[in-house]
């Protein structure tokens, strides 16, 4: 089974707009994080933004706000007033405990294209 | 700070070779780890060292192999290429192992097999 189920393979969003890009996760590990990377074309992933599954509050960094619906199993990541160079590909990981090291296991990822 | 330093960024090899790719963690970082990516599978965990031990080993063929050394940096050795082997190989480093570390990346080995 999935771990990580990212449904959207393409996503076009407006300069200034805000776009939403879906997660959902399965585990049965009551500890875990969520994490979203970014991977330009460049190929480096960067790190964005992390929840943990004992977190009250829905994460947020800067323009990165995560979408927490842990009864649910989602994680979306809300980007507000996305900018040209927000065009990339965004990816979901999670990481179950640390009985795995840091090992992540990561979504099939989004692309996401703002349009001027 | 330096960032995660991977070399070299770019490789082309013949079928039956072997490959040896090298990652340079942050300062400081004991944790290193290697993913293959590829537009079929996607991001894949290869295997995971922490201070000169491997912690972790994903679902790969013993033909994939790695080890760090005591200043942290990592290898990680590729034998008897197949096509299939054709991938970006991504390093990570995290400062420790702990269930919130982030892990920074690399920008990746492109690896070519024909």
């Known amino acids: 089974a999935q771990k990580i189920t990212q449904t959207q393979p393409g996503m076009f969003v407006q300069e200034k707009e805000a776009v939403t890009l879906d997660c959902t996760y399965d585990?049965?590990?009551?500890?875990?994080?969520l994490f979203w990377y970014k991977q330009p074309s460049s190929g480096e992933m960067i790190f964005l933004i992390y929840?943990?599954?004992?977190?009250?509050q829905n994460a947020t960094e800067g323009r990165y706000s995560l979408n927490f619906q842990k009864a649910r199993k989602s994680a979306n990541l809300v980007i507000s007033a996305s900018q040209l160079g927000d065009s990339a590909m965004y990816f979901c990981?999670?990481?179950?405990?640390?009985?795995?090291?840091?090992?992540?296991?990561f979504g099939a990822g989004t692309i996401l294209r703002v349009k001027s | 700070k330096a960032g995660v330093t991977q070399t070299p960024r770019y490789l082309i090899k013949t079928r039956g070779q072997q490959v040896t790719l090298s990652c340079s963690p942050i300062s400081g970082h004991r944790s290193v780890s290697w993913y293959q990516q590829t537009p079929g599978q996607g991001l894949q965990f290869l295997f995971e060292?922490?201070?000169?031990?491997?912690?972790n080993k994903g679902n790969f063929p013993g033909r994939f192999s790695g080890r760090q050394f005591s200043n942290s940096r990592s290898e990680m050795n590729v034998s008897t290429l197949e096509l299939g082997d054709s991938a970006l190989y991504l390093c990570?480093?995290?400062?420790?192992?702990?269930?919130?570390?982030?892990?920074?990346f690399g920008q990746g080995t492109r690896l070519t097999v024909v």
């Open positions: 929840q943990g599954s004992y977190d009250q």
């Open positions: 585990t049965s590990d009551p500890s875990y994080g």
């Open positions: 990981a999670m990481r179950e405990g640390t009985k795995y090291g840091n090992k992540l296991v």
């Open positions: 060292y922490f201070s000169e031990t491997q912690r």
């Open positions: 990570a480093s995290s400062l420790e192992l702990g269930l919130n570390t982030e892990a920074f």
